[in-house]
């Protein structure tokens, strides 16, 4: 990965939408080299994907917790069924696994404290493995979906 491929990178990490014709004017690049350069990162999985990003509180979404998970176990199986179970909440929005304790944070999107308490008490309360769940609000967001430094 060169310069101009960081630049590409960089440019739709701002705005994912651009045309191959915009995206190659702000890069220094003609259409026909910037999109084959843009295909190789997309085959190279240096792109993921491209996704809309949403105002999670404009669609109802505006409550937000983050939960500390600390587990019983942390044999493989126990881990592997405590993943994929987390994978299949839908209000769960991130869910990373940490070095000591807790064992895992999950960041946690729903509509408002009520919601987010029936969700706690049936749902992440009902984990496999759970020891125990530490649970607080966030206040207000103050870095989010920040591009990563190219």
């Known amino acids: 990965?060169?310069?101009?491929?960081?630049?590409?990178?960089?440019?739709?990490?701002i705005d994912g939408r651009l045309s191959v014709t915009d995206?190659?004017?702000r890069v220094g690049l003609s259409v026909?080299?910037?999109?084959?350069?843009?295909?190789?990162?997309?085959?190279?999985?240096?792109?993921?994907?491209y996704k809309a990003q949403l105002n999670a509180s404009r669609i109802g979404l505006g409550f937000s917790a983050?939960?500390?998970?600390?587990?019983?176990e942390g044999d493989n199986m126990a881990v592997a069924?405590?993943?994929?179970?987390?994978?299949?909440?839908?209000?769960?929005?991130?869910?990373?696994?940490?070095?000591?304790?807790?064992?895992y944070l999950l960041h946690i999107v729903e509509k408002d404290l009520h919601a987010f308490q029936a969700l706690y008490d049936s749902v992440l309360s009902a984990l496999p493995y759970v020891k125990r769940l530490t649970s607080t609000i966030v206040m207000k967001e103050v870095v989010t979906d920040k591009p990563l430094p190219m």
Do not use: W, Y
């Not at 910037?34 to 994907?49: M, N, P």
């Not at 983050?66 to 019983?72: A, S």
């Open 23 to 25: 995206l190659a004017e």
């Open 66 to 72: 983050l939960v500390f998970v600390t587990m019983k």
């Open 81 to 103: 069924k405590f993943e994929n179970e987390v994978r299949c909440i839908p209000q769960v929005i991130q869910a990373q696994r940490l070095f000591g304790e807790p064992d």
């Open 1 to 13: 990965m060169d310069g101009l491929d960081k630049k590409i990178l960089a440019e739709l990490q």
């Open 32 to 49: 026909s080299p910037c999109h084959r350069r843009l295909k190789t990162l997309e085959d190279s999985g240096a792109i993921a994907g």
